[in-house]
């Protein structure tokens, strides 16, 4: 099967919007039994630039032509958004639960050409801050400048220039569309002087000094701002690719970046001398280290160095799925050649899963352990899954694995003894299970420089989020409220984490406010609520949210209140829409997520009625 990935907004006309709260509550995490402020729940909009005067105008066939007269008319949505509002939470926001909006903002999007070049069209850019100052509710601005950032034709100037994009090997840019949505893979080099660059951050820029000048009131119901979107390394197939472990393509691979790389290494290593004696290579410059992006199997390599496949970096995921409605399993562990080496997290999301089985009610029965092989002895090894249940154990999975030197030389070496006489899991009542990774059989081939290429990668990730930060700290914008608006790929048990390189980015340490995107069992999890506490996060935001259920009705609900007790800040219900129905077409498979009594895709309709009741407490 297939994982599902992360949905996202994919309709050319996205005006997003979300969930606030107000600036003087500060959230306290539930543990410590302390009162925390209102949670403010505001759903993300789609069409917050469409005004009634257009929308009931059926001389405009299009989106596009229905907001430039809104635009020249002066006027935007917000006659529709407060009704819609007002239909959530009659009477304005208050109580313990308050409802808001999030109001995204497509920064190249807002350029437009004239005789001097490309230049921000303010005209825009009021029409939208004319919202914010006439809904009176509480608001979350989303600065948006990722690869969903992709539309306006700055955009398709951009998109010509290599220089602005993450590349595949040998130079390849990527070319990729997300449910319909035209997706750019901009870079992650943070040369201001890079086109993509110097109209971000003179974007960003312009945004803040109006964002300033609104009066006082309105700027005091602005309490979150997040900012440049789901940041992350990208790759083929972006819609299904990411729980892709065969054959795989990663950026960033263009000449800038390799550049990064060695200067990386160097900051890292001080010397080539290190470097060789860490990855037993035997570079003579600095400029000599390559990229590791071939595989081994398929490819002559010029030195080991150039191998890459999703198991370079020394870890090896052994992941699937377990269902036990009855709560049986006390215990889930890897046992390597007939050792116990770790305990397996479990809990992690598998929309797919429960979407397949139909009597799997909690898409949370993932597990995952990613094994570090990188120690083990050359030669031919067996990886068990062993669930124990009041005192016994049982196999889940059993996997022979192959650790191969780097010379391919021939192996002989065979697997310790096992452990044996172990039923099945699935004997046990009610248990189904399943092992996805790895392939019986699978040879690795660990290079210590592929490892440094991935922590590289997440380094880049991690960089351009602290200067696009730290560039809004400098225009002006208060770091009390700055929040990211990450996706977090490890809740899902599934996906190819080096894909994205974004994991560094998620921890507590990070000069932002943690903004984390939630779909399907992440909503309600065990395993976030951990990671949380691990990472000490305790005042955070969730830009996307929807459980994406429909077999048990409470448990949006049931997600609305654990997040609620964990201390959040904000969340964001995805997505409402205020644009009139002949404009959407049926090209987008996201339409599903779109809340309202009527949609009863991915439980929807239990989610937006859910959204009215928790707005009462």
């Known amino acids: 099967m297939k994982p599902l990935s992360d949905l996202k907004f994919s309709t050319t006309f996205a005006s997003l919007a979300s969930v606030l709260v107000l600036a003087n509550c500060t959230p306290a995490v539930a543990q410590t039994g302390l009162l925390r402020g209102p949670l403010v729940v505001a759903p993300v909009i789609e069409g917050l630039q469409m005004c009634d005067e257009a929308a ?30 007002d239909t959530l939470e009659p009477g304005g926001p208050k109580g313990q639960v308050q409802i808001g909006f999030t109001a995204t903002l497509q920064l190249l999007g807002l350029y437009k050409q004239s005789g001097k070049g490309w230049e921000i069209d303010d005209a825009q850019l009021d029409n939208f801050f004319r919202v914010i100052s006439q809904v009176k509710r509480p608001v979350v601005l989303y600065l948006a400048a990722d690869h969903f950032d992709s539309f306006g034709p700055l955009t398709r100037e951009l998109q010509k220039d290599p220089r602005n994009l993450l590349q595949l090997r040998a130079g390849k840019p990527l070319t990729l569309n997300y449910f319909g949505y035209h997706v750019i893979p901009y870079t992650l080099q943070t040369d201001p002087h890079l086109p ?24 005091s119901r602005i309490v979150a701002i997040t900012f440049m979107g789901e940041l992350h390394q990208m790759f083929p197939d972006f819609e299904n690719g990411m729980g892709s472990f065969k054959d795989i393509q990663v950026t960033d691979y263009s ?26 290579l035997t570079f003579k410059s600095w400029t000599e280290v390559t990229a590791p992006a071939k595989d081994i199997r398929k490819e002559k390599l010029a030195h080991f160095g150039e191998h890459y496949d999703a198991f370079a970096d020394g870890k090896l995921p052994f992941s699937g799925w377990l269902w036990d409605p009855q709560k049986q399993i006390q215990k889930l562990d890897l046992y390597v050649d007939g050792r116990m080496v770790a305990p397996i997290e479990r809990g992690l999301n598998r929309l797919d899963v429960y979407r397949a089985v139909t009597d799997i009610t909690d898409p949370n029965v993932g597990f995952r352990l990613d094994y570090d092989f990188s120690q083990l002895p050359s030669g031919r090894h067996l990886a068990q899954v062993v669930a124990e249940a009041k005192g016994k154990k049982y196999v889940v999975g059993e996997a022979p694995f192959t650790v191969v030197p780097r010379n391919q030389s021939s192996i002989a070496t065979e697997p310790a003894a096992p452990l044996r ?13 399943w092992m996805d990774l790895p392939s019986s059989g699978q040879d690795v081939y660990f290079n210590p420089l592929a ?14 989020l602290e200067e696009f930060h730290a560039r809004a700290i400098q225009a002006g914008l208060p770091a009390a409220k700055l929040f990211s608006h990450q996706i977090m790929p490890q809740v899902n048990s599934s996906w190819n984490h080096n894909l994205f390189a974004a994991n560094s980015s998620l921890k507590a340490r990070m000069p932002w406010k943690q903004g984390i995107n939630m779909y399907g069992g992440a ?3 065990a395993w976030m609520r951990d990671y949380l506490a691990r990472e000490r996060i305790t005042d955070y935001g969730i830009p996307e949210f929807h459980p994406q259920q429909w077999k048990t009705p409470s448990v949006h609900t049931t997600a609305l209140q654990a997040q609620y007790e964990q201390g959040a800040r904000f969340i964001s219900p995805y997505y409402f829409s205020l644009v009139p129905q002949r404009f ?19 439980g929807s309709h239990h989610f937006y009625k859910a959204l009215i009741e928790f707005a009462k407490k």
Not at 196 to 219: D, W
């Open 196 to 219: 993509v660059n110097r109209y971000r951050y003179a974007a960003l820029k312009h945004v803040a000094k109006k964002i300033n000048a609104l009066p006082k009131e309105a700027q």
């Open 584 to 602: 959407k077409g049926n090209g987008f498979g996201i339409n599903r997520l779109e809340l309202g009594p009527h949609n009863q895709q991915d």
């Open 56 to 85: 009931q105008d059926q001389r405009f066939t299009n989106v596009y032509e229905a907001e430039a007269q809104c635009r020249s008319l002066k006027v935007s949505g917000t006659a529709a958004l407060n009704r819609l509002l």
């Open 523 to 525: 909503t309600h999890s």
């Open 421 to 433: 006489s172990m039923p099945k899991v699935t004997k046990l009542p009610g248990v189904k299970a």
């Open 255 to 280: 000449p800038a970046s390799v550049t990064g790389f060695q200067r990386w290494l160097e900051k890292q290593f001080s010397t080539i001398e290190k470097l060789n004696s860490v990855t037993g």
């Open 451 to 464: 490892k440094l290429w991935n922590q590289y990668r997440e380094w880049q990730v991690q960089h351009m």
